[in-house]
């Protein structure tokens, strides 16, 4: 890599150098998109039950699923997720994986008959069922070697236009408040990552360059590593009531209670194979980020089932936004080592912030057809406008300062409706086992993106004449590749590319496997 001197004037960095980190288009995305859980045997059926009903896994897709119920039933399912992936780095490949156990379902439904048999409200049902929508679970990691380009290259060039002085901490100034740099940059410029150009108080050299004559340079071979680990979910309880009108029209309403939680982390390091190379005496540096957001949402939903003729079954089912209230924390750590014996490690400020977040509208509509006692398939597609969400500030105050607007037009303008796409089988090999497979397509919202994520699914069930139960399902989402760097281009005063960021190659997938027990009384 080759930098010029009189050429360093870039943009500041985009993410890794702002003040504030929550609040991105990326975050509204995750917490309004839905991957949903529930029984083993909504997995196992693709989920695909807006229409079959019948399921306390499926009360959060269709509330009338609760009022196909002529009985009561407790249901409780455990899981085991297990994220993997493998990144191609600079030709380095790695392997991941990160494993979790979960509770994503239990609840309770209640059916009470009204006395009528043929006509009218036949029975009208209670139920309380805990869902899981979302799980954020992922683990990525890459390595390489190279001595073109490096992170505090790119730290650098974005750090220009910064009076340095003004990153100085010291029992007199705090910089992480009081000047306009990025928290990246202070602790890159206080751990010594960072240099002062000669005769130029704003613009910067990394630790891991020389200067010839008017070029810089990465000066030697550097080892980077990265790792990325997410963790959390987004869970919902329906509080829900249901009923069954003359055994073929079935009615649900749902009051959901939404509880989000995530947790992201990074660290980024690079560490000099020949330190003799580098005029800073340079050694290693690592760089630490993380980032947790939780909070809690509520939203209203309706669904219908309809039996038009024997054995065909239609269904549908409408849901409000969600209106979630959230809270944010960020910090950030840097390490530097030198060959020289100096070594510094130091800390950003604990960053907390409070807003709202509104998804978009969802629907879903289904059709299914039971076979009798021999089993039955289904189909369903939901809809989902992303252009709609939208972020609002928790204080009341400060919306009159538009602080999301810039965020907001860009995502009615660039992103979409999208749809998601579920097919399920049952076949009853006998009165008490059960044979289920399904299959989901879930289309990306983003305008830019045509990314489809396919989850296939396969699944068991035994049913006691006791009343017992227990239903096994295996869920895989098939790999999807995506590409990435792990830092910004190296750009000229008219943002040509100089020298461009490696770019890696992450496939990335995940599989579970559920297992519900419960009784019917």
């Known amino acids: 890599m080759k930098r010029y001197i009189t050429t360093i004037f870039s943009i ?48 959060s897709i269709n509330p009338a699923a609760s009022g196909v119920y002529r009985y009561h039933e407790f249901t409780f399912t455990p899981s085991l997720t297990i994220a993997n992936g493998e990144t191609d780095y600079l030709g380095t490949i790695t392997s991941d994986s990160k494993t979790r156990f979960g509770v994503p379902n239990f609840g309770y439904v209640g059916s009470f008959s009204t006395g009528r048999q043929n006509s009218g409200l036949i029975s ?45 901490m010291n029992s007199t100034n705090d910089p992480f408040y009081t000047s306009n740099a990025g928290w990246t940059s202070i602790l890159g410029w206080n751990t010594s990552l960072l240099d002062t150009l000669p005769d130029s108080p704003e613009d910067y050299l990394a630790a891991t360059e020389n200067i010839n004559g008017y070029d810089i340079a990465v000066a030697g071979e550097l080892d980077q590593r990265f790792v990325k680990e997410s963790i959390g979910n987004i869970s919902e309880v329906a509080l829900n009531f249901g009923g069954n009108i003359s055994n073929k029209l079935f009615f649900g309403f749902n009051l959901g209670i939404t509880s989000i939680w995530y947790k992201y982390s990074e660290i980024y390091s690079e560490t000099a194979v020949n330190p003799n190379q580098f005029d800073s005496q340079f050694s290693n540096f690592s760089h630490y980020y993380g980032y947790s957001t939780s909070g809690t949402g509520v939203n209203l939903k309706a669904g219908i089932i309809y039996l038009p003729v024997k054995g065909l079954r239609l269904g549908a089912s409408i849901s409000t936004p969600t209106w979630m209230f959230l ?3 960020w910090d950030e750590e840097m390490a530097s080592n030198f060959t020289d014996g100096y070594s510094q490690q130091l800390s950003s400020p604990l960053g907390t912030y409070n807003y709202r977040l509104n998804t978009p509208f969802r629907w879903n509509v289904g059709a299914a057809y039971t076979f009798g006692k021999i089993g039955a398939i289904s189909i369903d597609y939901e809809g989902v406008n992303y252009s709609k969400m939208k972020f609002l500030e928790d204080d009341q105050m400060s919306s009159a300062y538009d602080t999301f607007g810039e965020d907001n037009r860009y995502m009615k303008e660039n992103f979409k409706s999208a749809g998601v796409l579920r097919a399920g089988l049952e076949i009853n090999a006998s009165q008490q086992f059960a044979i289920r497979a399904g299959y989901q397509r879930y289309a990306s919202g983003y305008k830019h993106d045509n990314t489809t994520v396919q989850v296939g699914s396969f699944g068991l069930g035994y049913t006691a004449n006791s009343g017992f139960f227990a239903d096994v399902a295996y869920q895989q989402q098939f790999k999807n590749e995506e590409s990435f760097q792990l830092y910004d281009d190296i750009v000229d005063s008219n943002n040509n590319i100089i020298t461009a960021a490696p770019v890696g190659i992450n496939k990335y997938g995940n599989w579970k496997l559920l297992l519900s027990i419960g009784f019917r009384f």
């Open 12 to 59: 500041i960095f985009i993410a890794a150098c702002q003040n504030v980190w929550g609040q991105s288009i990326w975050d509204a995305y995750r917490y309004s998109q839905q991957f949903n859980e529930g029984t083993a045997r909504s997995v196992a059926m693709g989920n695909a039950m807006v229409a079959l009903g019948g399921d306390i896994g499926a009360i």
């Open 327 to 329: 809270y944010e924390e």
């Open 124 to 168: 009208w049902n209670l139920a309380i069922a805990f869902n899981r929508t979302n799980n954020f679970t992922s683990r990525m990691s890459a390595y390489g070697r190279t001595a073109e380009s490096s992170w505090l290259s790119s730290l650098a060039q974005n750090t220009a236009g910064i009076y340095a002085p003004d990153m100085d």
